[in-house]
């Protein structure tokens, strides 16, 4: 079954990825700068773009489309050797994020969207109790759901152990924890636990951690939206790899 993806921006990263898709509905009408771009990418790549009336749009996607929509192939996750292969392949150590149960589509694609721009080699994410690729994460991510990495596993537990073979450090985020993020060492290869919204990490993902790190903050509200706190942690992990490489 194809997987839609909507939204001029969305479809436009789609197409340049080079990732399989199958045709293109473009609302009729729709003649402007953003749409000739998807129309001449569609045309470089082969894809059958078909111009239909927006109300057949509305029925495909009833949140905002921007008059485009992709049948795209299905989305191929990765594993987590993959990961660490593509780490190895850049020569770099393995900079990896878990979400731990994490429920929200939006909070999916903008931490993809994150891990992204900072170099994240890779994300993990449960195969149940956890929110999986779709069309909602691919647009909240700007395309970034086609460039980073999505590995699902079955179990959290075993997989952390794995990865602390092979010399990854296991860093939670935590509002109890007692180490300021900006006070913890987060170089070398690490795997950023995010917990889901509301409830955090659970138990036994907690107690697999080797660091737990918090956000330190003064206002009234004792929490962050976990997109905007796994940007601020994914930022320090870039910032610290990125001085350490320049020493």
Same mark, same amino acid.
């Given at each position: 079954?194809?997987?839609?993806?909507?939204?001029?921006?969305?479809?436009?990263?789609?197409?340049?990825?080079?990732?399989?898709?199958?045709?293109?509905?473009?609302?009729?009408?729709?003649?402007?700068?953003?749409?000739?771009?998807?129309?001449?990418?569609?045309?470089?790549?082969?894809?059958?773009?078909?111009?239909v009336k927006r109300d057949k749009l509305d029925k495909l996607c009833p949140s905002r489309h921007q008059g485009v929509v992709a049948f795209a192939a299905a989305t191929n996750y990765s594993t987590v050797e993959e990961i660490l292969e593509f780490a190895a392949s850049r020569n770099e150590q393995p900079f990896i994020v878990l979400l731990d149960e994490l429920e929200d589509p939006q909070n999916f694609g903008a931490i993809l969207r994150t891990a992204e721009a900072v170099g994240v080699h890779g994300v993990i994410i449960p195969k149940r109790r956890s929110v999986q690729l779709n069309a909602t994460v691919f647009k909240t991510s700007a395309g970034a759901a086609q460039y980073v990495k999505v590995?699902?596993?079955t179990n959290v537990a075993q997989t952390l152990k794995? /990865?602390?073979?092979?010399?990854?450090? %296991?860093? #939670? !985020?935590?509002?109890?924890?007692?180490?300021?993020?900006?006070?913890?060492? /987060?170089?070398?290869?690490?795997?950023? %636990?995010? #917990? !889901?919204?509301g409830h955090g990490m659970r138990r036994l993902t907690r107690e697999n951690c080797d660091e737990l790190i918090k956000i330190p903050m003064v206002g009234k509200i004792n929490s962050l939206n976990a997109s905007v706190a796994?940007?601020?942690?994914?930022?320090?992990?870039?910032?610290?790899r990125q001085r350490e490489s320049s020493q």
């Amino acid at each position: 079954m194809d997987d839609l993806i909507f939204g001029r921006n969305a479809v436009s990263e789609l197409l340049k990825s080079g990732h399989s898709v199958n045709k293109i509905f473009i609302a009729e009408g729709s003649r402007d700068g953003s749409i000739q771009k998807i129309f001449a990418l569609a045309k470089t790549a082969g894809v059958v773009v078909e111009f239909v009336k927006r109300d057949k749009l509305d029925k495909l996607c009833p949140s905002r489309h921007q008059g485009v929509v992709a049948f795209a192939a299905a989305t191929n996750y990765s594993t987590v050797e993959e990961i660490l292969e593509f780490a190895a392949s850049r020569n770099e150590q393995p900079f990896i994020v878990l979400l731990d149960e994490l429920e929200d589509p939006q909070n999916f694609g903008a931490i993809l969207r994150t891990a992204e721009a900072v170099g994240v080699h890779g994300v993990i994410i449960p195969k149940r109790r956890s929110v999986q690729l779709n069309a909602t994460v691919f647009k909240t991510s700007a395309g970034a759901a086609q460039y980073v990495k999505v590995a699902q596993i079955t179990n959290v537990a075993q997989t952390l152990k794995q /990865l602390r073979e092979f010399g990854l450090k %296991i860093v #939670g !985020s935590d509002m109890s924890a007692e180490i300021d993020f900006n006070a913890a060492n /987060l170089t070398g290869g690490i795997v950023l %636990i995010i #917990g !889901s919204e509301g409830h955090g990490m659970r138990r036994l993902t907690r107690e697999n951690c080797d660091e737990l790190i918090k956000i330190p903050m003064v206002g009234k509200i004792n929490s962050l939206n976990a997109s905007v706190a796994g940007a601020v942690l994914m930022y320090e992990i870039f910032s610290q790899r990125q001085r350490e490489s320049s020493q």
